[in-house]
Antibody, heavy 117, light 107 residues
């Protein structure tokens, strides 16, 4: 069974940095694009970033470009989101997702990031 | 960037009603559209891929239509368990974009 387990969330002060991790299992991790999606409290879903299977291609929402970096460790089946210069509006549940256009669609349980002083 | 305009933002309907949700893309996205259902406190669940294809295990009362710039999700006979928020997602180009969501309530 596919499992995605996020970790690393927590309370961080504005301007601070945090790294989220997503441990993946149950599929050939290195073969697939991975994605981060977030949801601010009481708000809708927002696509944040995606990375190709090899890690050679990365994509970002305008709202996080230049502040967030997506990366992956294929030998250890782990996806990361390095977040810096955090703002109050980055407060959200961050979901790790394995989404393919036609076949697979799996999401983690989410990690809460709260940016507040 | 492609903008996805989803409407209505909320609706209230009775059990057995036919419900339609629309997503409009700011430019053509072929059929590169997914529909999700999200219940409170849960991760989203995909209902439809490629604009019209029902995911395995999803009740047949859900259907999707459209291509290009106009897409619809229809629930043919609303059930109590369909109370949720629904989102479209375009994956035609980066940045991928969700619609704003439609909250469906049961009268």
């Amino acid at each position: 069974d596919v499992q995605l387990l996020e970790s690393g969330g927590g309370l961080i002060q504005p301007g601070g940095s945090l790294r989220l991790s997503c441990a993946a299992s149950g599929f050939t991790f290195r073969s697939y694009e991975m994605t981060w999606v977030r949801q601010a409290p009481g708000k809708g879903l927002e696509w944040v970033s995606s990375i190709s299977g090899s890690g050679g291609a990365t994509y970002y929402a305008d709202s996080v470009k230049g502040r967030f970096i997506i990366s992956r460790d294929n030998p250890n089946n782990t996806l990361y989101l390095h977040m810096s210069s955090l703002r109050a509006e980055d407060t959200a549940i961050y979901y790790c997702a394995f989404i393919t256009p036609f076949y697979f669609d799996f999401w983690g349980q989410g990690a809460l990031v709260t940016v507040s002083s | 960037d492609i903008q996805m305009t989803q409407f209505p933002s909320s609706l209230s309907a009775s059990v057995g009603d036919r419900v339609t949700i629309t997503c409009r893309a700011s430019q053509g996205i072929r059929i590169d559209l997914l529909w999700y259902q999200q219940k409170p406190g849960k991760a989203p669940k995909r209902l439809i891929h490629a604009a019209t294809s029902l995911e395995s295990g999803v009740p047949s009362r859900f259907s999707g239509s459209g291509s290009g710039t106009e897409f619809t999700l229809t629930i043919s006979s609303l059930q109590p368990e369909d109370s949720a928020t629904y989102y479209c997602l375009q994956h035609s180009s980066y940045p991928q974009t969700f619609g704003q969501g439609t909250k469906v309530e049961i009268k």
